[in-house]
DNA sequence: CGAGCGATTGAGGATATTCAATCGGAGTGG
DNA sequence: CCACTCCGATTGAATATCCTCAATCGCTCG
């Protein structure tokens, strides 16, 4: 129904990215591959938006600074996604590897054009608008109405539930900083950090570190992410496309 | 350089709305015009979104209900405004006429065909689809890292910066519900309230009935929304196309 | 082994929420 | 025309959640 967390941050949705990411994919492909070292920043805010990427490895975070200087990131992306899609004239975010990463660059003037031409990229294209406006809005559900518990597990069932590797025998990579996580939230660091703590407590997940959690209880952490029926039979057994 | 408030919910973003707006306008002239009457659904959350919407009179709001019955209003649309732009299978959210309402429908298949088939018409889309998701992400920050008066500032200015005809020898038109409001600004009815009286108090407003407002200091106004730059020379000088 | 830095934990405080009472305009009936 | 009712809006008091400030912990890396 509501497909929230079906593409986990922005636009991964594996029934779709098997076909449409894949096929604009296939612009980048000629694009030499670029090296980012984790923190470094890949593009600027109010800069002009002259590239898109993609990420060939790694995971990204999209900010904006806000006034007196109130970060909040709008967007994780991870190998695979295509990063300034939604662009039309300056750059809306600034782009930073959280990890090391590897990208590949394309001049937006390129990509219009070879989305203008192939009658099959541009429906990949326009699905993958589609899909990060209806991500964003799951986004604003979170940010809207849901308290610190329920956004974390929201945030935690959407990287579980990511068919990367990221959760391999239960264990869930987290490789971004709580820093991090709490300006994706629109928490503090210290309130992620408590509410990862009570969620141990209750033996739902257990840390390992601070970029690993042993996910403990999956079907309880759906339930506390606040997501009604979502990240029940929808993310279990997925590849069906509706 | 942000954009903010540029596209005032969602799309209205009157230089390109000009063009593409109406070159998108086209699409609807066949339709017959339906009525809606305030307070009635055009749509459901869920159901397959066999329909798009253009508005040619009135207000609408689109909202989810997430668990327990908490509301969250996603955004505003208004006359000229096209609904449902982004959607792929089911309708992500309800859509309901703040006032009475008109408006046209267009099947969701016909439009695609429109769209793929004209040259002209798929760029206006695509821009628009670009702008939904801008807007998304303005929304984001502000629901995210803004208190209650800076919440309530930006959405005052963007109403008031709609040139529309909303803001006459600045009165501005507020046809939404307090309820509205609290749900599209993650607030409760009561803050929202607190709010407008305390920038009555210190004559930023002057509140006049439920409906109206006057907007008397809207520099002060456009400061207090957080936005930095924008609202300034960006929304006063308008009609440039960046 | 020590330094540095991100993360955790605690105490106190601020902002927004909740609960409750009152206000006041719009619509209705006498 | 006025009183009455209804319902959305306003206002107040108490509470809760999250934030801020501060101390400590404990990896990670030299």
Redesign the interface.
């Known amino acids: ?3 929230q967390g079906q593409q986990a941050f922005e636009n991964v949705d594996l029934g779709a990215k098997a076909v449409q990411g894949n096929s604009l994919s296939s612009l980048f492909q000629m694009s030499a591959t670029e090296t980012v070292e984790a923190g470094k920043a890949i593009c600027w ?2 800069d002009a938006a002259r590239h898109l990427f993609q990420i060939t490895e790694g995971v990204v975070r999209l900010h ?1 600074i ?2 007196d200087g ?3 990131i ?1 967007a994780f992306h991870f190998a695979g996604d295509v990063v300034g899609s ?5 750059f ?2 600034t782009a930073e590897a959280v990890t090391d990463c590897k990208i590949r660059r394309l001049s937006r003037k390129q990509f219009q054009e070879e989305i ?1 031409r192939s ?1 099959l990229l ?1 429906p990949a ?3 993958l ?6 991500s ?2 799951d ?3 979170l ?4 308290n610190a518990e329920e956004r974390l597990c929201t945030f935690l069932m959407k990287l579980a539930t990511r068919d990367d590797q990221s959760l391999r025998q239960g264990l869930l990579e987290v490789p971004m900083s709580r820093q991090d996580i709490a ?1 994706y939230l ?1 928490l503090t660091i210290e309130t992620v950090s408590r509410s990862i703590s009570k969620l141990a407590q209750r033996k739902i997940v257990a840390p390992d570190g601070r970029h690993n959690l042993r996910i403990v209880n999956l079907a309880r952490l759906a339930q506390l992410s ?3 029926d979502d990240f029940s039979e929808r993310t279990c057994h997925r590849g069906s496309v ?1």
């Open positions: 129904m509501l497909m805010e109010g904006r806000i006034g109130r970060r909040v709008t939604f662009l039309q004239g300056d809306l975010f203008e009658e541009r294209y326009i699905n608008l589609c899909r990060e406006t209806a964003a809005h986004q604003l559900v940010l809207s109405r849901k300006d629109g606040g997501n009604v509706h």
